[in-house]
């Protein structure tokens, strides 16, 4: 069956340090993989999608990374900031040619002050 | 609009009663999507709304949920004979039709079934 794990549940960082994220997947082909953030009480929130052609994505402060030999995904945080905590999900398409994403469980970032 | 609008926020209803959760997409958005987050688990995909096509309810656990969407706007998902284990987060995103462009979420109605 298809999975996505995120291997942690709560990662804890202090501030100004790098925080790297990994999202794993089996069984999926996936052609894009997607990362949210998610605030308590809020929706998901659009953050980053890197292709599957593509090594590296980055906006501002924040890289992915896609390497589909590995089946992984890596989600970093530079110079990390309290206002960064919140969970962070990842996402796949079901499929080809489904528009439905697989969301992973996410991983509970917290930066220390 | 300028976001996805869900209402009500929060709801409390008595086991087996019906309830009725509302979206309001983002204007030309064709795409449309609820998912449900229970404590601790993930989002679990429910229903899918495409333009004029008919819907994906692969992702429905009962046939006491159902969902329709008029218009190709407003949705409404309705539980019928709620149960407790209904208790969840329920959210509703859109697109424009393609994922690759990022899913646009609410931020959802809590149910409380008691």
């Known amino acids: 069956s298809q999975k996505i794990e995120q291997n942690s549940e709560a990662l804890n960082i202090q501030e100004g340090k790098t925080a790297t994220l990994t999202c794993n997947y089996t069984n999926y082909s996936p052609a894009y993989l997607q990362w949210y953030r998610q605030d308590p009480g809020r929706g998901p929130v659009f953050l980053l999608l890197?292709?599957?052609?593509?090594k590296e994505k980055r906006k501002e402060r924040l890289k992915v990374t896609f390497d589909t030999t590995l089946k992984q995904s890596l989600f970093h945080i530079t110079a990390s900031q309290p206002a960064d905590s919140a969970t962070y999900l990842c996402?796949?398409?079901?499929?080809?040619?489904?528009?439905?994403?697989?969301f992973g469980k996410g991983t509970k970032l917290s930066v220390i002050p | 609009g300028a976001g996805v609008s869900q209402s009500p926020s929060n709801k409390v209803t008595e086991k087996g009663k019906d309830v009725e959760l509302r979206c309001d997409p983002i204007?030309?958005?064709?795409?449309l999507y609820w998912y449900r987050q229970s404590l601790g688990q993930g989002l679990e995909f429910l229903i899918y709304f495409q333009g004029n096509s008919a819907p994906d309810k692969s992702g429905l656990p009962s046939d006491r949920f159902s969902a329709e969407r008029t218009g190709g706007s407003v949705s409404t998902l309705t539980i019928q004979r709620t149960q407790q284990e209904d208790s969840a987060v329920y959210l509703c995103?859109?697109?424009?039709?393609?994922?690759?462009?990022?899913?646009?979420f609410g931020s959802g109605t809590r149910l409380t079934v008691v």
């Open positions: 996402a796949l398409l079901r499929g080809a040619g489904s528009y439905q994403l697989t």
């Open positions: 890197i292709r599957e052609n593509e």
């Open positions: 995103a859109s697109t424009g039709g393609r994922a690759n462009y990022g899913y646009t």
């Open positions: 204007s030309g958005h064709t795409a």
